[in-house]
């Protein structure tokens, strides 16, 4: 029976006198203890109990079910579902928060897949990738920005910053043709032979700094130098001008890195690297004047206890040229520092030093008085770096010319307006 008050009560009979739509249902109901109201309502609410509130003017609430007098459990009849409030009706939020989630990663996917173009002739695609092959596959092209940590104390990029670019843009020409074997820039063949690439000169010519935020092009390439030898060239050019910044060419050996001797350039190599080779004149014509020896007697400045660290090491175990050129510099005389930039230098890598190494560096000053830079152009130094024992690393030679007032205001801590 409680079946079929379930059933009557959402499908119910229609009454035999259809002009009476308020009827009490037949005796075969009466029993139940139901009171209908009309036809199509559910169950009766109790003709005393208050009328339902009103929001809005709609009625909300549930029908309640009157328990007939005997005590009848009308637990299994199906309820009505609450009432739909302005609380309950609200949309559910963290399904419309993911939902907004995956619209704006779809549309950040298909920003990031577009072709995108500069609207600026300054901006460059790509400014920090690991450049292409350009000039019929024989130019190495790399753009790099100037960081704030590569600057110095007049707010341009130091002579460090531009030789670690100059190294680190023939190490990708070497590994984006294709040429990258085990060792630091040696190919496939190198490799086999245990043989490395060795600087054994270098000649830079700084036409003027990059200064924080420039971006700057770096070209680069090889050619044959001599039977057993390679030379490599750099130009830097500003992006935004088109400017050349810098000129550097190098000649390279090669050298066995177990027994740290020079060798000859094995034919198996030389098919390698030959496809790549420019005939092409150096970009830095050869200064063909002798770099002097210094001593204790000759040199003006000496800086001892220089030491290698453990960063100072490539992966071939010996120490980066770059760092050659930091410690040339540590016995540079503080008034060209302040008062003249670097404006050309010339290396010539005698032999090789490592980490347990302690070096001097040396430095003669040529035709100027120390005293009185201000009133001197252009100076030239002379260098030498070599291990305490007196066995020569490094000879150079370097070339100062006068810095601009506001950088030399900067660098007395005077406002550039003031210098």
Not at 200 to 228: C, E, F, H, I, L
Not at 261 to 277: A, G, M, Q
Not at 370 to 380: F, M, R
Request: include cysteine.
């Amino acid at each position: 029976m409680v079946a079929t008050a379930a059933t009557s009560s959402f499908f119910p009979v229609p009454s035999p006198d259809s002009g009476a739509k308020n009827s009490k249902l037949g005796n075969g109901n009466a029993k139940l203890g139901l009171k209908s109201k009309s036809a199509a309502a559910g169950l009766q609410v109790k003709a005393n109990a208050q009328a339902p509130p009103k929001i809005n003017g709609t009625s909300v609430g549930l029908a309640t079910v009157e328990s007939g007098k005997n005590g009848d459990d009308m637990h299994g009849l199906a309820q009505s579902p609450p009432a739909r409030t302005f609380i309950n009706q609200l949309p559910d939020w963290s399904m419309l928060l993911a939902a907004i989630t995956t619209i704006f990663l779809a549309a950040e996917k298909q920003w990031m897949m577009l072709d995108w173009k500069p609207k600026r002739p300054d901006m460059l695609i790509d400014p920090f990738g690991l450049g292409r092959i350009v000039q019929d596959g024989l130019v190495f092209r790399q753009n790099f920005s100037i960081r704030s940590y590569e600057i110095g104390a007049d707010r341009t990029a130091s002579i460090e910053t531009l030789m670690n670019h100059l190294q680190e843009t023939a190490l990708n020409h070497v590994k984006t043709a294709g040429l990258l074997g085990d060792g630091f820039g040696s190919t496939p063949e190198m490799s086999i032979r245990n043989l490395i690439w060795v600087v054994t000169k270098m000649q830079v010519k700084v036409d003027r700094y990059p200064t924080w935020g420039d971006v700057v092009q770096v070209d680069t390439w090889v050619s044959a130098s001599g039977k057993n030898g390679m030379r490599r060239d750099w130009i830097i050019h500003d992006c935004k001008t088109g400017q050349i910044l810098t000129r550097a060419s190098s000649v390279w050996v090669m050298m066995n890195k177990l027994t740290r001797r020079l060798s000859k350039i094995p034919d198996e190599v030389r098919s390698e690297i030959e496809p790549y080779f420019m005939n092409s004149a150096p970009v830095v014509e050869e200064d063909g004047r002798k770099l002097q020896k210094l001593d204790d007697n000759t040199a003006d400045f000496v800086h001892t206890g220089l030491t290698p660290r453990w960063s100072d090491l490539d992966i071939n175990q010996h120490v980066n040229n770059v760092k050659y050129i930091g410690w040339i510099l540590e016995s540079a005389p503080l008034p060209i520092l302040e008062s003249h930039e670097l404006s050309s230098m010339t290396l010539e890598y005698r032999r090789e030093c490592g980490r347990d190494s302690v070096l001097q560096s040396l430095t003669a000053v040529s035709g100027a008085e120390i005293g009185h830079l201000a009133s001197t152009g252009n100076v030239e130094c002379q260098h030498l770096l070599r291990l305490e024992g007196g066995s020569e690393i490094v000879r150079g030679r370097t070339g100062w010319r006068p810095k601009k007032p506001n950088n030399i205001g900067i660098m007395c801590g005077l406002p550039a307006e003031n210098a």
